[in-house]
């Protein structure tokens, strides 16, 4: 086995055998392609060796055989299709690793120069010379116009907790529909579990899983980041510039934590003292530095809204201080909220039992304060402070420890484009959660613009809505699947209790269990329980897997499409014009 690296995601070798996969697997590949046919000769290991091994050791597996000399494009796209399928980095061989980095050259004809790809080649020890026409001419092709389209029935954009459970939920429905979801990364994070994490009950592990694992049968997953899109011709264009073709999209990429919105925050974060619960890699220095704690001051910030989880914020807080009372040092212990916003919490009902522990722990309540600068070496936070009468004036606070809630703010590639309000956020109606301009595209989760909290409770009932309203846009009808602008908020006011905050559009209380069962307005014990041993569950094994267990969508009677929508889904003949 002789590895070269091709690309960051893939390298080549020579022939492997059975033996060499662990030490593959210790080298970090998670993936292997195999190109070389069986019996080539008399001394290579069959395909099927190399998959048992393989899977004993956990890697994954993807048999493209490619006769010597005789490379087509059939091959190319096969390979391109494991690459964009396989988990990274990816190791693929052959007899000398020749075919396997032929395929790749030829994969990114049209997306890199030939001349890059031949140096690419050549340093990896591979003369490809003899390519050049074939690579020249694929990307002639490409450069003169936008070519032949990949075109899906829906194409979903983000790998997160609103795309695959809005694609497991259209597969749910009806299977057989071709779904792509485009999504870059390999891992998939439970977001609500960081705050357990932050606390001492979970370990970060438990709030991760590969994503390919989530990937619902059914559906393809396109390895790539999108970068804009074309809606009037129904194509969406691929960081690499790749453009793919859809009959409804589905537009749930999340937002962005605007780190930079806070100067020096991104500096001193993980280190002087500064966490936050809203990243993987940092909400155990949160359970670390309350840990360490023993006296002197704690800061807690909140940015202006919107932002994921209004109450994530303030959870740290009481995770916090319920850690330090349990461990008698809480007196010792100055504890200050600075929240941007004017209230503790926007639903009023949920309001009394919060500042029962916000007078239990002794916390500061600091309203109409944004954090705007952090000092680490100096461990001194800057916010501007607005008065009664709207004056703002800066003021510096020091502390030993501070939890930060970053500015969060839409992406940039839908904020730059014809989807995104004035806000930046994507331009959906709040019931049916279709596009307020095109009809066969519908936006979810936290980059859209419905005026409800961002959680993945919200998520949980908006993916049967969007599923739902793509297939009754797929046949032609007007989407009648209505959300009700559903959020919860299960606010962990000490280790063992919750209240759990549900409510809907304009704060109206919409729980999903009857009062004399579990009594949101209360913390209890019942909600801790649902939070730490039921919630994990029910997200990874129901809710991503098309469960709609208690999150039926309310149905309208249907009116007739519109006739934009019918348009929409017929648009194959004018898009390939268009082409």
């Known amino acids: 086995m002789d590895i070269k690296t091709i690309a960051p995601d893939l390298s080549v070798s020579s022939q492997i055998r059975p033996q060499d996969v662990g030490v593959a697997v210790s080298q970090g590949f998670r993936s292997i392609i195999i190109n070389r046919p069986d019996d080539e000769s008399s001394d290579q290991p ?50 000398t690793g020749t075919r396997s980095t032929t395929l790749w050259a030829l994969s990114q004809a049209g997306h890199l120069s030939t001349a890059a790809i031949l140096k690419t080649a050549n340093a990896a020890g591979y003369d490809l010379a003899g390519l050049t026409m074939r690579l020249d001419a694929k990307d002639k092709a490409t450069a003169g116009g936008i070519g032949r389209v990949v075109t899906h029935d829906v194409v979903i954009i983000g790998g997160g907790a609103a795309g695959i459970s809005t694609a497991a939920s259209i597969l749910k429905r009806r299977k057989g529909v071709n779904v792509a979801i485009v999504e870059p990364r390999t891992e998939h994070y ?279 309203n793509v297939l009754c846009v797929l046949d032609g009808k007007a989407p009648n699947a209505v959300y009700t602008g559903y959020g919860s908020c299960p606010l962990t006011v000490e280790r063992g209790k919750i209240v759990l905050a549900e409510f809907a559009y304009g704060g109206t209380l919409d729980p999903t269990f009857p009062m004399w069962a579990l009594k949101g307005t209360k913390p209890t014990r019942a909600a801790w329980f649902l939070k730490e041993k039921m919630l994990p569950s029910i997200y990874f094994n129901q809710m991503l897997r098309g469960d709609e267990m208690l999150v039926k969508p309310k149905l309208l009677p249907h009116r007739p499409a519109s006739h934009e929508a019918q348009e929409a889904c017929d648009f194959k003949e004018a898009s390939s014009k268009a082409a």
């Open 46 to 95: 069959s395909h099927k060796e190399i998959v048992e091994a393989a899977q004993r050791h956990g890697l994954e597996v993807r048999y493209v055989p490619v006769v010597p000399g005789q490379v087509t494009d059939a091959d190319v796209g096969a390979f391109a299709k494991a690459m964009r399928e396989l988990p990274a980095p990816a190791l693929a061989y052959c007899r």
């Open 190 to 468: 439970y977001q609500p579990g960081w705050t357990l994490v932050g606390g001492g009950v979970f370990k970060r592990e438990q709030t991760e899983r590969q994503m390919a694992s989530l990937i619902p049968k059914g559906a393809q997953w396109l390895r790539s980041a999108c970068a804009a899109f074309d809606p009037e011709r129904n194509q969406i264009i691929l960081e690499d510039g790749e453009r793919i073709g859809y009959r409804v999209l589905v537009v749930a990429p999340g937002l962005k934590l605007n780190w930079d919105g806070i100067e020096g925050l991104k500096e001193t974060l993980g280190k002087n003292g500064v966490t936050s619960n809203y990243l993987f890699d940092m909400a155990s220095y949160t359970w670390e530095l309350v840990q360490s704690m023993k006296g002197g001051r704690a800061l807690f910030t909140q940015p202006p809204m919107p932002i994921k989880c209004a109450g994530a914020p303030q959870k740290a807080m009481y995770l916090a201080c319920d850690a330090w009372k349990r461990r008698g040092v809480l007196q010792d212990i100055e504890v200050e909220f600075h929240n941007a916003g004017g209230v503790i919490f926007g639903v009023k009902e949920y309001v009394p039992a919060l500042m029962k522990y916000v007078d239990k722990y002794g916390i500061d309540l600091c309203f109409n304060e944004t954090l705007i600068g952090v000092d680490g070496a100096a461990k001194t936070a800057y916010f501007d402070v607005t008065n009664a009468d709207g004056a703002v004036e800066r003021q510096a606070r020091e502390f030993d420890m501070m939890h930060v809630c970053p500015p969060q703010v839409p992406l940039d590639f839908i904020k730059d484009s014809a989807l995104a309000n004035q806000a930046g956020w994507i331009d959906v109606s709040g019931e049916t959660l279709q596009h307020v301009r095109y009809g066969n595209i519908f936006g979810l989760g936290d980059g859209g613009s419905t005026p409800n909290a961002k959680t993945a409770a919200a998520v949980r009932k908006q993916a049967p809505v969007a599923a739902h």
